[in-house]
């Protein structure tokens, strides 16, 4: 069943940021109960009967406060984050028909068509030698050169070489971080966030303020 579209995003990230509702769980309660808000305003018992929670997942559940989420959505309005939740057109098609797609995604810059074009990853040591580093930003100029979207880590090393030669090459690149997209880690590479954000996208699945662990 089609998922409904919710005017308000709190009550999803309710769901991923409360609840704490692992991905493919999340996906089965959005198809059975039509929308977040119902998944939000159902019984513990109502959640339960559709999908097995973890003992942690229960207890979590319990809390239906929507100060975090309205937090979150607060700091992604301060910080021009956007939110692009999984029953959005624009959300990656490709991304939504795995196994356990997350439930929303925050991102800064311009979201590319990830399914009309290939998408290459380039990732790669933090201790990179010369040679490799300028493989990477080589590889992946020509890659961006030939069509291909480059997504790497926006680490220090190879990552960061890799976005850097995509960015040369005039095209779009992707930055998916592990931690908030409000965060620059490391710091060193603080020239390359800004130029992803400002010509290509900056990716994450976290909420802004996450810490990378």
Known sequence: APMKKDSDLQYLLWMTEVAGIAPQKGVRLLEVFGSAKAVWEASDKQISGCVKLEETEQKRLKNRSLATPNLILGRCRFQNIRILPIWDEDYPDRLRNIYDPPLVLYYKGTLPDFDSQPVIGVVGTRKASPYGQKTARLLASQIAACGG????????????????????????????????????????????FRDVEAYGCILSEFAPGTQPA
């Open 149 to 192: 979207l480059v997504v790497s880590g926006m680490a220090f090393g190879i990552d960061g070489m890799a976005m850097s030669g995509a960015l040369t090459a005039g095209e779009v690149t992707v930055g998916v971080l592990g931690c908030g997209a409000d965060l620059v880690y490391p710091l060193s590479n603080r020239g390359l």
